[in-house]
C-alpha cells in the first residue's frame, strides 16, 4: 500500500477558506440557506465549514447531519448490513437553499441517496453541493459539485483517505491510497 499526500494541514486550510468565500459570495448572509453534512465522513468536513463561515459573517446559520443509509442503491446488496447513523436536521428546508456537504465525491451514489433522504424534510428551492475531494473518472451517475476544493484524477483500485482532528488524528491531511 502507498500513500500519497494530496492536501497537507497548510494548504488544506487554505481550501476550506477559498470554500467558504466561495458560498459567502453565493449565499451572501445565509437568511435562506442551510447545510447539511453527509453521515458518516462529510460531517468533519461540514461542521469545520460550518464554524468558519458563522465567524466570518458573524451570523448563525442552520446546519444538519443527514444519513442517507436506507437510501441507497446498495442496501440490500451487502455482505453485511449497513449501521445507520444519527439524522439530526432541526429546521424545515422547504423553500430553502440546501448546500449538502461531503468529503468525497466518487460515484454519486452517496449524494443521490441524500436527495432521497433530504425529500422527508420538505422540497428544497435549490440544492448544492459542496465536497473537498472531486474524484474524476469515477462517476456511476451524472452528479456534479457545485464547490469543490480539489480534483484528483482516480482509478477505482485507489481510494482517498481524508484524515481531521475531529476523528481523532493528529492533523487534517488527504492522502490518496494506492492499494497495490
Request: proline content about 3%; some cysteine; glycine content about 4%.
Amino acid at each position: 500500500m502507498q500513500k500519497k499526500l494530496i492536501l497537507d494541514s497548510d494548504l488544506l486550510d487554505i481550501t476550506l477558506n477559498r470554500l467558504c468565500q466561495q458560498l459567502i459570495e453565493n449565499h451572501d448572509r445565509f437568511e435562506e440557506t442551510v447545510l447539511l453534512g453527509l453521515q458518516p465522513r462529510g460531517i468533519y468536513l461540514a461542521e469545520l465549514i460550518h464554524q468558519k463561515l458563522e465567524n466570518l459573517i458573524k451570523a448563525e446559520i442552520p446546519f444538519g447531519l443527514l444519513d442517507t443509509t436506507f437510501h441507497r442503491d446498495d442496501f440490500r446488496r451487502r455482505d453485511t448490513p449497513a449501521k445507520a447513523s444519527e439524522t439530526r436536521v432541526p429546521f424545515v428546508i422547504e423553500g430553502k437553499k440546501v448546500v449538502l456537504i461531503d468529503d468525497v465525491l466518487f460515484t454519486g451514489r452517496t449524494v443521490r441517496a441524500a436527495m432521497d433522504a433530504m425529500i422527508a424534510f420538505g422540497r428544497p428551492a435549490k440544492v448544492e453541493l459542496l465536497v473537498l475531494v472531486d474524484r474524476k473518472y469515477n462517476r456511476d451517475l451524472p452528479i456534479a459539485a457545485d464547490y469543490v476544493g480539489k480534483y484528483v484524477n482516480t482509478i477505482a483500485s485507489q481510494r482517498v483517505l481524508v484524515e481531521m482532528l475531529a476523528q481523532g488524528h493528529k492533523q487534517n491531511r488527504i492522502w490518496l491510497i494506492n492499494n497495490d
